[in-house]
């Protein structure tokens, strides 16, 4: 990148905002994480003990329009972790010391240093420059943009079930069989497509991206450290750009990392704080607005039946996730600042997928009561690996799964005060899609208990009531990757305002797009 978003030049905003800082001397030039001519500094830090700043993102505070966050690790610690923060010419307006958060993997006992540097006074929908840096180190550099405050247009992403395109382990053959060479394998369910889903995301350019759990498998590698680090290393080129605000899925759980299993997940991202959080649950959900949008991300481990990751922790929140959710979900819906409510979460309360995770009865239980008191207007998902969406879904059958029920059928103008519409994507990326699954005509299994564990794996396992699917809306059988797009557009006093949702099939690894359907929520603006 030679250029900003608004014309300036890089480079020479780079170069200002160093000799801003008093670091102009002596520095090589990494762009955006891309290094350039190390030979125009002689004189640049080399110490090869300097562990570099790794895994560059951001997340939003939670107030988006002025708060952001910059995050980066290291495998060792590190003296002085600060950002530079200026205009798009370079002018300096922030230095901002980061603070430092570490766990020690359960499994590796490798030690693991996240670094957050949380910016405040932002000025909204205004493009930044800022570099990541600590002693030693070549300074990293991107920019991003802050969200909007009040009624704007912007577009947002969201996928979820993404792994690595890296290989992590290597292969054992069988038993007798001798190979002349060592082969490595994928070990956390990703493939190719986990670097082509990202490349699409970029083609898109949102203000931000919704990921909606099992980020990478992590607690599947054989090398935990290495998933994350893998995990990071592909989507930087994104994330440093872009917030991206996620869930926690099941194979976020990690054995012996923290009472829980989340603390890997809890130490590389800062999040907003929520209330009824304590040091076990920090950062596990959380809110945020961008414009008249606020979104919601929820962890649904807390209240599902499936036994799906390390260890088994349902019911873990003791009650305080939901007591937030149903106070935040209030206060959303009677502010007339906020058309649209989002939630972002993992496990699902639809699917029409045979032979694979299926529904949980437990978000139905608990979260969808919710959803349909407070008007939610869409909740984005992942768990299943493939694409579909329900109709606008309000009210449930007097059953044993709860079969929701759906308020309306038109399948490309839906008026969400009808009901919510269920987005499951999943198909960020794992080797292991379920986009062939389908059940013909649509059913879902729902997972309703589960059952003793057991003696040999430990896993209490799930026990399945299966229903017919009315509520099946769009299902994508075709292709196994892709992502949705949404654009909100806020309307004008007194008419509607729409999001316009295209769902885009993930083609090649130049991440070629391909655009498998477009559809419309709308609503009335409230203010």
């Not at 003791?318 to 959303?332: M, N, P, V, Y």
Request: aromatic share 10%.
């Amino acid at each position: 990148m030679n250029a900003s978003d608004d014309g300036s030049d890089f480079e020479l905003s780079r170069r200002r905002l160093l000799a801003a800082a008093g670091l102009g001397a002596g520095l090589g030039a990494v762009v955006a994480g891309t290094p350039v001519a190390a030979a125009e500094a002689p004189g640049a830090p080399t110490d090869p003990a300097i562990p570099p700043v790794a895994g560059l993102h951001l997340q939003f505070g939670a107030d988006a329009a002025a708060q952001m966050t910059v995050s980066w690790h290291s495998l060792q610690p590190v003296r002085r972790p600060r950002v530079l923060l200026g205009r798009m010419d370079g002018r300096l307006e922030q230095t901002v010391e980061a603070q430092t958060v570490s766990y020690v993997d359960g499994k590796s006992g490798q030690t693991v240093h996240a670094h957050h540097a949380r910016l405040s006074g932002l000025r909204p929908d205004t493009a930044y420059l800022y570099g990541a840096l600590h002693e030693g180190a070549v300074p990293q550099f991107a920019t991003f943009r802050t969200a909007p405050r009040g009624r704007a247009a912007f577009t947002f992403t969201s996928f979820g079930d993404q792994g690595t395109p890296s290989l992590g382990k290597a292969y054992v053959p069988p038993e007798g069989v001798k190979l002349p060479d060592t082969l490595w394998v994928n070990d956390n369910l990703g493939s190719p497509s986990a670097a082509d889903t990202t490349a699409g995301v970029e083609r898109v350019q949102p203000l931000f991206h919704l990921f909606n759990g099992d980020l990478c498998y992590a607690n599947l590698a054989h090398d935990r450290v290495r998933a994350w680090w893998d995990f990071w290393a592909n989507n930087s080129r994104s994330a440093s750009r872009r917030p991206w605000m996620p869930s926690p899925g099941n194979h976020e759980n990690e054995l012996g990392n923290g009472p829980i299993g989340y603390q890997a997940y809890q130490t590389y991202f800062a999040v907003p704080e929520a209330a009824g959080q304590t040091e076990l649950t920090r950062g596990l959900w959380y809110a945020f607005t961008v414009g008249s949008v606020r979104v919601l991300s929820i962890a649904n481990d807390d209240v599902c039946y499936q036994d799906g990751g390390d260890s088994y922790v349902r019911g873990y929140s003791a009650g305080a996730q939901k007591a937030w959710l149903e106070k935040e979900l209030s206060a959303a819906r009677a502010s007339r600042d906020i058309d649209w409510i989002v939630v972002c979460m993992h496990q699902v309360a639809i699917s029409t997928a045979d032979k694979f995770n299926g529904a949980d009865l437990g978000v139905r239980q608990e979260w969808t009561p919710l959803f349909d008191r407070y008007g939610v207007d869409l909740v984005v998902c992942g768990h299943e690996h493939h694409y579909e969406r329900s109709h606008p879904l309000r009210g449930h059958e007097a059953n044993a799964t709860l079969t929701p029920l759906a308020a309306a059928t038109a399948t490309d103008a839906i008026d969400t005060r009808q009901g919510t519409v269920h987005m499951v994507i999943g198909g960020g990326g794992t080797s292991r899609p379920s986009n062939a699954l389908f059940f013909d005509p649509p059913q879902c299994r729902v997972i309703t208990a589960v059952g003793p564990p057991d003696p040999k794996t430990g896993r209490r396992p799930p026990i399945y009531v299966t229903e017919r699917a009315p509520w099946s809306a769009v299902r994508n059988a075709a292709h196994a990757y892709g992502f949705a797009a949404f654009a909100v557009d806020p309307g004008r006093p007194g008419g509607l305002t729409t999001i316009k949702v295209t769902y885009y099939d993930v083609a090649g690894p130049d991440g070629r797009l391909a655009p498998f359907e477009t559809f419309t929520l709308r609503r009335p603006r409230r203010g």
